[in-house]
């Protein structure tokens, strides 16, 4: 658990510093009429420190061993399942060279950074946030799990400004990209035919749409009607888990309790609606909104689903990836607001940020080989 405490604690440290220095220059840049480049060492060193970090990781993300299983399987010329073509391809590249798996782990943990942090290369004040929120936030566990799809989803983030430009063909282009390291990226195309306004406009109604989900999503009739959707499945690329879906919903279903973690994503996300008028305003001349838009349907979507297994869960997750850079906007609203006494939301808000990962560490030690939040390092298992 200590080392646990350090990695993690280190990781989101040293990414918040090099975040902070990042904000500076380009601050600085501005008041002098220079354009920043990306290619500063304060940008590049967290990417790969993110990377390193990750590429020497053993069990952290329930599917490590399975891609490390069919990584070694490429490197001996026993792998027959069929992934999509980059992630293949890529794959099959590192097998050739005989790359060690930490180089192949490092590598998708470095695409995965990078198109987050070209998202908000030219509003880096953003960056120390971001960087404690994937770490401390427990989505980099999850990063670490669904490495295929989260690519898609990280580059989904990217897409997003070419949506608000109005590039289409940049836009599918990236979404191209996505669909070539998981077939569900499919279903984002749609999204560009979809105007991106103000939808979720009375803070009130949106509480309750966030507290009806919960009720809703605890629901045995609710999960039983997810059985018609084997077509979709089929179609964004799920077709093993459409052919067992009986399987899936009344074996593999689980009961998501609400316990300190799922507690702390509801609130958060009751902060990000109850602030959402202030930050639409600050933050107009940003992607800002299209980020609460997708968070926010992210949050409904995760909370209706939260009692079936992975099989629906992994596809929200291309929405609730984007509650990383809205709370992001919320925490530097936050800090910059000019407050008469002590910064009590801030800090709450931070608070709730920071303490997924500590309660998931403690909670997942417990489980022994089953553990696959606590960081391990593979050199003390090889």
């Not at 609203?333 to 500590?358: G, N």
Request: some cysteine; aromatic content about 22%.
């Amino acid at each position: 658990m200590l080392q646990s405490l350090i990695v993690y604690g280190g990781l989101a440290f040293l990414m918040w510093w090099f975040g902070t220095i990042a904000a500076k220059r380009e601050l600085t840049n501005i008041r002098l009429h220079k354009e920043t480049s990306f290619w500063t060492w304060e940008m590049i060193l967290p990417i790969l420190l993110f990377a390193f970090i990750s590429g020497v990781r053993w069990k952290v993300g329930t599917d490590h061993q399975s891609y490390l299983n069919g990584y070694m399987a490429l490197i001996h010329g026993t792998e027959t399942r069929e992934l999509e073509g980059a992630f293949m391809y890529f794959s099959q590249l590192f097998a050739y060279l005989n790359l060690h798996f930490t180089f192949f782990f490092g590598f998708w943990a470095f695409l995965q950074i990078s198109f987050m942090y070209l998202t908000f290369k030219n509003e880096r004040y953003l960056l120390p946030y971001i960087g404690i929120i994937i770490v401390f936030g427990g989505y980099y566990i999850g990063w670490m799990n669904g490495i295929r799809q989260t690519i898609a989803a990280c580059i989904f983030v990217f897409s997003i400004q070419f949506i608000t430009k109005r590039k289409p063909i940049q836009y599918f282009l990236f979404i191209f990209l996505a669909f070539l390291f998981h077939k569900s990226a499919i279903i984002l195309s749609v999204f560009y035919f979809i105007p991106q306004y103000n939808y979720f406009k009375n803070r009130y109604v949106n509480l309750g749409l966030l507290l009806l989900a919960v009720i809703i999503g605890s629901s045995p009739t609710w999960i039983g009607l997810l059985g018609n959707l084997e077509g979709v499945l089929h179609l964004i690329g799920y077709e093993d888990y459409a052919d067992k879906l009986d399987y899936w919903i009344l074996e593999r279903s689980k009961e998501m309790s609400l316990g300190p973690r799922r507690l702390s994503r509801i609130f958060l996300m009751g902060f990000l609606v109850w602030y959402h008028p202030q930050l639409k305003q600050i933050y107009k001349n940003t992607n800002y909104q299209v980020f609460f838009n997708f968070a926010f349907i992210g949050a409904l979507l995760h909370n209706l689903l939260a009692n079936t297994g992975h099989i629906f869960l992994r596809p929200v997750s291309y929405f609730t990836i984007f509650t990383i850079p809205a709370t992001a906007y919320l925490l530097h609203y936050l800090q910059h607001k000019k407050f008469r006494e002590l910064p009590i939301v801030y800090i709450a808000v931070l608070l709730l940020v920071i303490s997924y990962i500590f309660v998931a560490i403690v909670s997942e030690r417990r489980l022994g080989d089953l553990d696959w939040t606590n960081y391990k390092f593979f050199w003390d298992y090889v």
